[in-house]
């Protein structure tokens, strides 16, 4: 199947400081791009949907200043998580859809493991 | 909007057995399900999927079954071995605008 790097796949860093994680999509073209965020042993929760060269559409309750999401490119989505703290620690991950097929797919990253100290 | 849940949370098996995972969805309008299967520490990782002009779709031993009127969807792995041990999520999606998933369902796979 398709295949969507991201990058880095872990990070720790100090509260205050700015986290940026990236999310490509190799080989095919992605105008939308999805974040979510996932709790140990707890499904996928979206944060927001990414278009390319529009502004991202965020979920209820995600703060748009905190987590800034810039889709500039067909192939690039990132997702800054800006003055971490603690509280954001947690396992990130992006999806893009392949619509360049006949049957539309989506397909994840490998994720970012966040921890802020 | 959609609501998935998932059954069972967890399901152990002997390996060479079968496990069945069923999903619910409310949104009528959906028609889109992909089941992933995602390992601890990694990004979840397109098994099979199926629309809602199918009834059944099999890969290998992975076959997903849709029940448009009851509004369920199931994934059956046959023939289980400790590499399937793992967590799967179905979703639901209507047109690929967002996708709801399931809360997950942790396999286990005995040798």
């Known amino acids: 199947g398709a295949v969507v790097s991201q990058h880095p796949s872990r990070v720790i860093c100090k509260s205050g400081t700015s986290v940026k994680i990236e999310c490509r999509s190799l080989?095919?073209?992605?105008?939308?791009m999805f974040w979510y965020r996932q709790f140990p042993k707890q499904s996928l929760m979206l944060m927001a949907t990414?278009?390319?060269?529009?502004?991202?559409?965020?979920e209820q309750g995600v703060e748009k200043d905190k987590f800034l999401i810039n889709h500039a490119s067909l192939t690039l989505s990132t997702l800054t998580v800006t003055s971490a703290h603690p509280e954001d620690s947690s396992f990130y991950i992006c999806?893009?859809?392949?619509?360049?097929?006949?049957?539309?797919?989506?397909?994840f990253g490998s994720g970012t493991q966040l921890s802020v100290l | 909007g959609e609501n998935v849940e998932q059954h069972p949370s967890t399901l152990s098996v002997q390996e060479g057995d079968s496990a069945v995972i069923k999903c619910t969805y409310s949104?009528?309008?959906?028609?889109?399900f992909p089941w992933y299967k995602q390992e601890l520490g990694k990004g979840p990782q397109l098994i099979i999927d199926?629309?809602?002009?199918?009834g059944e779709k099999k890969d290998q031993r992975i076959a997903v079954t849709l029940n448009k009127t009851a509004k369920h969807f199931s994934l059956h792995i046959t023939e289980t071995q400790p590499e399937d041990s793992a967590v799967y999520f179905c979703?639901?999606?209507?047109?690929?605008?967002?996708?709801?998933f399931g809360s997950g369902t942790k396999l286990n796979v005995k040798p």
């Open positions: 999806s893009a859809r392949d619509t360049g097929v006949t049957n539309e797919k989506l397909f």
């Open positions: 199926i629309r809602s002009n199918v």
């Open positions: 990414s278009n390319e060269g529009s502004k991202a559409t965020y």
């Open positions: 949104d009528s309008a959906s028609n889109y």
């Open positions: 080989d095919f073209q992605a105008t939308t």
């Open positions: 979703a639901a999606s209507g047109n690929f605008n967002k996708f709801y």
